[in-house]
């Protein structure tokens, strides 16, 4: 193989993350890109990475991999259960392709601002790449020889710590905000969540209210998109051993915000009223079906109804929510995207796609 040649393994390749990731890749000479997934799909080898003996498998062949993206995930119902299976499924990977690849360079790890514990309430913002950790859940131990685990973002970046140890390979860290894409069946898609809410309180004649708790209409929030992104994590290749927060670069309010998206869908704007949109949202399928049938909508609910429990997670941010970006900005990276532009290219997207009216 030509030493220029990269051939990148990306897991979670369907996912928000992984799938603009992926079509990055493809625009960049010198690149072949090989995609992983649960689900399978055209252009992606199906593995399960939380079975061990699937994925060597299904990767032990793969000699040829240069660059590992790992963005994969497995949701749970509590923040500790996340531990142990998200942390699997990493050292799966590792495990089958780091014997398989002699020519391995560099293991990208996708995470996020759970690291500075943001999941749990109130934290230090801007959150920097060593700010303090925070006391870990309670789990079982995935690896009883070691200590209990803290937060699965972290000891999946711990365990590619230990393991680099003595190797030619190197890892970064991508920690990004909430991501703007639109994969669907994804379970944390803001984005479509948002879309798919405003086309049905305007088919039922509603206004738009924001449905998050008391106070998370004037925090402070900021979110990265999925383009931006991938043009991050590509370029954190050439690190060694690093971490990034990578975001758009503007900071935003819902209570701005939210009136420019409910003018994007023609909609009136009432005082936001706290609600569950897994909640409300549980009993619209059949409605769902009507509209798709009145517009040509090519998706069913199922397709679009994935992330109403990240959407309430979201917006029950009664805090503050960003992270300082300037490490990145300082090693080379310079990208950036206007949070609003975004939304509102996604949402013309969904539209183009058939996937809201």
């Not at 990208?108 to 109130?122: C, D």
């Not at 086309?199 to 900021?222: M, N, Q, T, V």
């Not at 869908?265 to 409300?280: I, T, Y």
């Not at 009145?294 to 992330?307: E, I, N, T």
Request: aromatic fraction near 10%; glycine fraction near 8%; charged fraction near 25%.
């Amino acid at each position: 193989m030509n030493e220029e040649r990269k051939v990148a393994l990306v897991a979670g390749a369907n996912g928000v993350i992984g799938k603009n990731l992926i079509e990055h890749l493809e625009t960049l000479p010198g690149w072949r890109v090989i995609g992983l997934s649960r689900r399978g799909g055209p252009g992606r080898i199906a593995v399960d990475l939380l079975d061990a003996d699937d994925t060597r498998a299904k990767l032990g062949g793969l000699d040829d991999v240069t660059h590992v993206f790992y963005a994969a995930y497995v949701d749970k119902p509590t923040w500790a259960e996340l531990v142990a299976p998200n942390l699997a499924m990493l050292t799966n990977l590792v495990d089958a392709i780091e014997p398989a690849a002699p020519g391995l360079r560099h293991i990208s790890l996708m995470q996020g601002y759970k690291v500075y514990g943001a999941h749990l309430g109130p934290f230090k913002t801007p959150a920097r790449e060593d700010d303090a950790g925070h006391m870990p859940p309670p789990c079982e131990v995935l690896f009883p020889a070691e200590r209990a685990s803290t937060e699965f973002n972290v000891d999946q970046q711990e365990f590619l710590e230990r393991r680099q140890a003595g190797k030619t390979w190197t890892w970064s860290a991508i920690r990004p905000s909430v991501v703007g894409g639109t994969a669907l069946g994804n379970p944390m898609n803001l984005a479509l969540a948002i879309a798919v809410y405003a086309s049905i309180s305007k088919e039922l004649g509603l206004p738009l209210r924001f449905p998050g708790k008391p106070g998370a209409y004037d925090s402070l929030l900021e979110m990265t998109d999925a383009g931006l992104l991938a043009k991050a994590t590509v370029w954190a290749t050439g690190s060694e051993n690093e971490a990034y927060n990578i975001a758009n670069g503007d900071l935003f309010r819902w209570s701005d915000l939210w009136p420019r998206i409910a003018r994007y869908f023609d909609l009136e704007v009432a005082p936001p009223l706290p609600m569950s949109l897994d909640v409300v949202m549980a009993d619209k399928e059949e409605l769902w079906t009507s509209i798709a049938a009145k517009y040509g909508l090519d998706v069913p609910y199922s397709a679009v109804s994935s992330s109403w429990g990240f959407a309430d997670f979201v917006f029950g941010w009664d805090y503050d929510m960003f992270a300082d970006g300037s490490k990145a900005r300082r090693a080379g990276f310079h990208e950036y995207a206007e949070t609003s532009a975004m939304f509102f290219r996604l949402f013309d997207e969904f539209r183009k796609a058939k996937v809201i009216p």
